[in-house]
């Protein structure tokens, strides 16, 4: 447990943004420890798509914090074309 609190983040990606629940979402990693500042994403992606990205931490008894309320709380990155 990392002395934020957190026992570890999940991280949820999709190609539309992510608001409201993820209780039927797969996270893309579910294991991120909690005292981590950092992740990367080294899974395929397709060229000229948008991904977006939202993060949840979880707490020691497994319980998972809302997902974020609106799309602009989302990250974003586009892949370039080339």
Do not use: C, F, H, L
């Not at 949820?12 to 996270?27: L, N």
């Not at 060229?47 to 609106?70: C, D, F, H, L, W």
Request: glycine content about 6%.
């Amino acid at each position: 447990i990392a002395a934020n609190g957190i026992q570890n983040y999940r991280v949820y990606r999709d190609t539309e943004p992510i608001a409201g629940s993820v209780e039927d979402r797969k996270p893309i990693s579910s294991d991120v420890p909690g005292d981590s500042t950092y992740w990367i994403d080294t899974s395929k992606k397709k060229r000229g798509r948008t991904y977006y990205y939202a993060v949840t931490a979880v707490n020691p008894s497994g319980m998972e914090q809302a997902a974020p309320k609106s799309e602009e709380e989302n990250a974003a990155i586009t892949i370039p074309d080339r």
